[in-house]
């Protein structure tokens, strides 16, 4: 449904840009897992989780405490990114900003412990270099 001044309605939420956060997050850890399978060297396989569950952490910090702050500015004229051409003025960008930064905060939230779950499950699988004698 869309007003007026062609801004889609129902206006955004909190709750629902975080859930759909979620839920993108729960569908990276299955692609990381295939990912992490084209290295072929173990101890490549083990840095490789390790780099993307640090990543991950620092842009859900960095997301959720920006997109939040992007939120309150924006005193509740929070548009989606299809809304683009609606915007007006310097500060419009911000109020698409807003959600795209907290979806994106909520993802590598979730991503983070399954890399690192990753990480550890592939670590515990281990190579003993004694066993095969290198």
């Not at 939040?68 to 051409?85: K, P, Q, S, T, Y």
Request: glycine fraction near 12%.
């Amino acid at each position: 449904m869309r007003t007026e001044d062609a801004i889609t309605r129902p206006l955004l939420r909190i709750r629902d840009v975080a859930a759909r956060g979620a839920l993108y997050g729960l569908a990276s850890v299955p692609v990381l897992g295939v990912a992490s399978l084209f290295f072929g060297d173990h101890d490549d396989r083990t840095t490789f989780l390790a780099v993307v569950g640090l990543f991950a952490a620092f842009i859900a910090v960095v997301g959720i405490l920006i997109g939040l702050f992007f939120w309150w500015a924006c005193g509740g004229d929070i548009r989606r990114c299809r809304d683009w051409r609606t915007v007006r003025g310097q500060a419009g960008p911000v109020a698409v900003a807003a959600p795209v930064l907290l979806r994106i905060g909520v993802l590598a939230l979730v991503l983070f412990p399954g890399a690192f779950g990753l990480h550890h499950l592939v670590d515990g699988a281990g190579y003993d270099s004694w066993l095969y004698g290198d």
